[in-house]
């Protein structure tokens, strides 16, 4: 598993004798069912297991988090949906997070020194993109493809929405540059364009007139 998930969480994962190890809890947990096993060991009696599929397809994985989400709710256990979601489609960080809360909820104890679940409620990999050097940092595609999986332009038939989620993508990994550029222009040695060293002045009054086009004569 990964080393940044809390040692806490680490032995009560293991301690629940699950029929396949977590060594990658982004991809081992999208499919939801071990995290029905999980709860599986703390309510048998209101956890279907046999309904469960243990398979990567997008129909398995949606049925799967589908019956999760029933369960949670009957048991009253809150997970936020958006970070289940994010599980489901092995979004950067959510599998962590779901698992710290499951932890949290089932055993009634917290977890000390985590951000809070919801600071990034798309759960990109920006805040590891900061902890990196500048050069090992994704392209401006591969931060598309980290951050928008095929599996959710599958569930999102609107193709105006996917482009406003892949505009807003590109958007963040753009600013980011940018900001990177202005902090270190020592680093890339470029100067300052005249755009940008220019003084902006507010146009005094009067400037710009509203002339009306003479459609008959061809001319203002």
């Not at 599986?40 to 049925?63: A, C, I, T, W």
């Not at 009634?108 to 020194?113: A, E, H, L, N, Q």
């Amino acid at each position: 598993m990964s080393e940044l998930m809390p040692r806490d969480v680490l032995k009560w994962v293991h301690s629940l004798d699950l029929t396949r190890n977590i060594t990658n809890p982004q991809w081992d947990l999208s499919s939801g069912f071990i995290i029905g096993q999980m709860l599986y060991r703390y309510f048998p009696n209101v956890v279907p297991l046999y309904r469960f599929h243990d398979g990567s397809k997008l129909e398995y994985r949606l049925f799967n988090w589908t019956l999760i989400k029933q369960i949670l709710n009957k048991v009253g256990i809150s997970v936020p949906t958006l970070m289940l979601d994010a599980t489901a489609h092995c979004k950067f960080g959510a599998a962590r997070m779901t698992l710290i809360k499951l932890y949290e909820q089932l055993n009634g104890r917290s977890v000390p020194g985590q951000p809070d679940n919801l600071s990034d409620p798309n759960f990109t990999d920006r805040r590891y993109q900061l902890k990196i050097p500048p050069l090992a940092r994704s392209t401006t595609v591969m931060t598309l493809r980290t951050n928008f999986k095929d599996t959710e332009r599958k569930v999102m038939p609107d193709i105006e929405c996917q482009r406003l989620k892949a505009r807003n993508i590109i958007e963040s990994h753009v600013s980011l540059l940018a900001e990177e550029k202005r902090k270190n222009i020592w680093r890339y040695r470029s100067k300052p364009n005249l755009l940008d060293s220019a003084v902006r002045k507010t146009p005094p009054p009067g400037l710009y007139t509203d002339y009306s086009f003479d459609q008959t004569l061809g001319k203002y």
